[in-house]
């Protein structure tokens, strides 16, 4: 029987680091700028585009004997006319221009941009022809900028599936006259600096010529971008390499063309310890055997990583018949060792019943995981010695 629901504790910790922040972000969120003339997709759209929802490389497997993995697979743009143009690592068309890219292969798959995948108003059309898969998008607008890939499938009778090593990807920018970033619903942000994770700053913008530069709101300077420490790439954004607790705070990019400057989402960056291991707890009852009427402790601990939050569950006994539960947690720095603290709870039984006989399990779990352990509580009848006249 599992003793929590993993997931939804992970998220709990999560959200507690984040909490104080949230409320900040809330007063902020009351005076945000906007963007004139931008238009704000449903808020699935923006949850779509946040993330590389792509396809997770599958296990490639060596494909010996299969013949559609000969067929060269190559990616075409249709442009006007019947004229074929060999795609490069990127294409940029003018907003309101159809995108018709063409891949070789039968069948393939193709894969869009999230937002176009599931705001379905009928402007992408995906034919599979004798030779060659066709993606046509019509009406297109700076929103449609993103990743377009063409999966070559292979085959085994009706069995098919995508052949991730021979994808043929291109990026198609649509630069939009009003428009220098992908429009985004939301009007913050909130993203998670971890411990030695790079952090993306998906400030997409439609035109590859816009000049992108990265801005702090309070103090408002520009953020210097070496491409060490900050890296920026015109079809992702801005990389954090190795997050430290500076790089948190209210950031956003500017993108200037012409005489078009824009402001991005704002993108709140919130730091998370992140632990370097799963706890381990070590737990304590006061007695191993207690007598019915006594009170009992038993205390769970871990030593960690400061700021790292630990969250504690108990299971013990008296849990199926509702005993109540008394916890008292704790939080000590340790001296002497560097930025290490002890995180503890205590689980209270008052009157200890003949119900608490059993075993206490405590699970101590941080972000990167969870730990049981636990000791073996008796409970043994009072002394009838004790009790005179009492029958
Ligand atoms: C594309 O735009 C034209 C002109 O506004 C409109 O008539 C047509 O229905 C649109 N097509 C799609 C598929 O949205």
Known sequence: MPLMNLSGSKWRLVLSAL????????????????????TPKPSKAKLGRSKNKGPRA??????????????????????????????GETISV???????????????????????????????KIVQHERYGALTLVNTTGADTGEYTCYPMYCEDTDCRKEYNKAVKVFVFFPDPQELFVPSSAYYEVIQLRTNWPTVLPCQVTSPEAKVTLHREYPPVEVAVDGTEISFNVRKGFTIHRPRPYHAGALYCIASLGNLRQSSTKYML????????????????????????????????????QDVVIEFNWDYPGQQIGRPLYTQESISPVSGGPARQQSQSVLLVDEVRDVDSGTYICTAQNLQGAKSVSTIVKVVPKAKANKPGVR
């Open 19 to 38: 909490l104080v922040c949230a409320v900040i972000f809330e007063l902020d969120a009351q005076e945000q700028r906007t963007t004139p003339g931008r």
């Open 58 to 87: 599958a296990t490639a497997k060596p494909k010996t004997k299969a013949t559609a993995a000969q067929a060269e697979s190559l990616l075409t743009q249709v442009l006007n006319r019947g004229k074929f143009k060999k795609v």
């Open 270 to 305: 919130i730091y998370v310890n992140y632990p370097m291991a799963p706890p381990a707890p070590v737990i304590y009852a006061s007695s191993s055997s207690v007598t019915v009427g006594e009170n009992l402790r038993v205390s769970c601990s871990v030593m960690g990583e």
């Open 94 to 124: 003018q907003t309101g221009n159809t995108l018709e890219l063409r891949c070789r292969g039968k069948p393939v798959q193709w894969s869009v941009p999230p937002y176009l995948e599931e705001d379905d108003d009928g402007r992408l």
